[in-house]
């Protein structure tokens, strides 16, 4: 059974359009965090949300808009897609803000 | 300065040998520590969690030291199974999660 579960594994665009990328936990965890990891791999978070409240909500483009529909899902969604846009998004869980996280095995979006 | 900070490497060691990595944080509001490993094209994985008081697991030993604001981690004969990247995490303060840039292990036959 896999605990952080994102789709889809690849998505390769064009700039200018919208996209989703999905992930859900069956873990039980009430915080769910979306992160961005660049050409350069530091990892860094967008999103946090806590039994589907927001967070954490670090400077990130409007353009990115995180729903949670319930607690163990946290979907990203992302508009008007820019070149800059291309990186690893992984998402992850954990039983509270300050602990252990565990990671989905990530979407690789790329932007042509 | 940055909130986390970590030498980037990589630290090349022989197989067998002991290495230690550093990580420094600014935010003295910090509550909780964490080492991750990361392969590559791979998920961040918890290698574990840091605790006051130092704690070790196998091979591995992590230290806290609050008034200098850094923790560290110490790998004991290493294998080449260790090879990878080392994420510190520090989280707390502010409802921050900041991970480190990270350090990368290649450990030599």
Redesign the interface.
């Known amino acids: 059974d896999t605990a952080v579960s994102q789709t889809p594994k690849y998505l390769v665009t064009q700039m200018g359009n919208d996209k989703s990328i999905k992930c859900e936990q069956n873990l039980g965890h009430d915080t769910m965090y979306w992160y961005k990891q660049d050409s350069k791999k530091f990892l860094k978070i967008m999103f946090s949300y806590n039994n589907k409240e927001l967070i954490i909500n670090e400077t990130v483009p409007n353009r990115f808009s995180p729903k949670s529909p319930d607690k163990a899902h946290l979907n990203l969604h992302i508009n008007s897609l820019e070149l800059g846009d291309s990186a690893v998004y992984f998402c992850a869980s954990s039983d509270g803000l300050n602990q252990p996280q565990h990671f989905g095995d990530g979407t690789r979006l790329s932007i042509l | 300065r940055k909130e986390v900070e970590q030498d980037p490497g990589p630290f090349n060691v022989p197989e067998g040998a002991t290495v230690a990595f550093n990580c420094t944080y600014s935010n003295s509001a910090s509550?909780?520590f964490?080492w991750y490993r990361q392969d590559c094209r791979?998920?961040?994985?918890?290698l574990m969690?840091v605790y006051s008081s130092g704690n070790e697991d196998g091979r591995f030993t992590a230290q806290l030291n609050r008034a200098s604001q850094y923790i560290s981690l110490l790998i004991r004969d290493s294998k080449l199974s260790d090879s990878a990247?080392y994420?510190c995490?520090v989280?707390?303060g502010y409802?921050?999660?900041?991970?480190g840039?990270?350090t990368k292990l290649q450990v030599i036959p």
């Open positions: 509550q909780s964490f791979k998920e961040p994985k918890l969690s990247t994420l995490v989280s707390g409802q921050k999660v900041t991970f840039t990270g």
